[in-house]
Antibody, heavy 126, light 110 residues
Framework: QVTLKESGPVLVKPTETLTLTCTVSGFSLSNARMGVSWIRQPPGKALEWLAHIFSNDEKSYSTSLKSRLTISKDTSKSQVVLTMTNMDPVDTATYYC??????????????????WGQGTLVTVSS | QTVVTQEPSLTVSPGGTVTLTCASSTGAVTSGYYPNWFQQKPGQAPRALIYSTSNKHSWTPARFSGSLLGGKAALTLSGVQPEDEAEYYCLLYYGGAYWVFGGGTKLTVL
């Protein structure tokens, strides 16, 4: 059974650094097909893709937030960590992690975001 | 800044058919954007419906289908059920390994 679970602070102050952890089970972060993305959703607003880490440790970031984000993983702990610096009240959102599979199947390459965590609400306020 | 555009809202009658679309500011959406579609109900995490344009997950109801239509990615619901009322998001992949969500379509079943 594949699960992802986000954890981290509920409340952070402006200018502080946010650190979120995604703990996964049911698959290995070292599997060549597997990657994990972080996505956020401000209250009442749309989803926003933030960052991704591939099995080979290659990373990618949202162009608008790249300077503030760092994604990393600890395969032995089955965890993916996202840090976001210089938090602001506009960063108040539910933060999700999601598994992504990259593979060739039926003669085609596929990108498949399949399983998501339940999300964790982070509020930025002094 | 890449923008992915979806209809803000659509209304469909129970049993009807509706198509939601997903357009890219960079031009026509092709299979190389690997469109993914997600359903989100209030208070819940998104649920994956479609990947790589038209592929269904094992849990995706048969009434949902994905395609490319007129330079956009499309999600079609045929025989809409009341429980399909939700927000729907598309996700597109851009070379250089980054993804962009659309703004979402609020689907009302009325």
């Amino acid at each position: 059974q594949v699960t992802l679970k986000e954890s981290g602070p509920v409340l952070v102050k402006p200018t502080e650094t946010l650190t979120l952890t995604c703990t996964v089970s049911g698959f290995s972060l070292s599997n060549a097909r597997m990657g994990v993305s972080w996505i956020r959703q401000p209250p009442g607003k749309a989803l926003e893709w933030l960052a991704h880490i591939f099995s080979n440790d290659e990373k990618s970031y949202s162009t608008s937030l790249k300077s503030r984000l760092t994604i990393s993983k600890d395969t032995s702990k089955s965890q993916v960590v996202l840090t976001m610096t210089n938090m602001d009240p506009v960063d108040t959102a539910t933060y999700y992690c999601a598994r992504q599979q990259n593979y060739y199947g039926s003669g085609s390459y596929h990108q498949n975001f399949d399983y998501w965590g339940q999300g964790t609400l982070v509020t930025v306020s002094s | 800044q890449t923008v992915v555009t979806q209809e803000p809202s659509l209304t469909v009658s129970p049993g009807g058919t509706v198509t939601l679309t997903c357009a890219s500011s960079t031009g026509a959406v092709t299979s190389g954007y690997y469109p993914n579609w997600f359903q989100q109900k209030p208070g819940q995490a998104p649920r994956a419906l479609i990947y790589s344009t038209s592929n269904k997950h094992s849990w995706t109801p048969a009434r949902f289908s994905g395609s490319l239509l007129g330079g956009k990615a499309a999600l079609t619901l045929s025989g809409v059920q009341p429980e399909d009322e939700a927000e729907y998001y598309c996700l597109l992949y851009y070379g250089g390994a980054y993804w962009v969500f659309g703004g979402g379509t609020k689907l009302t079943v009325l």
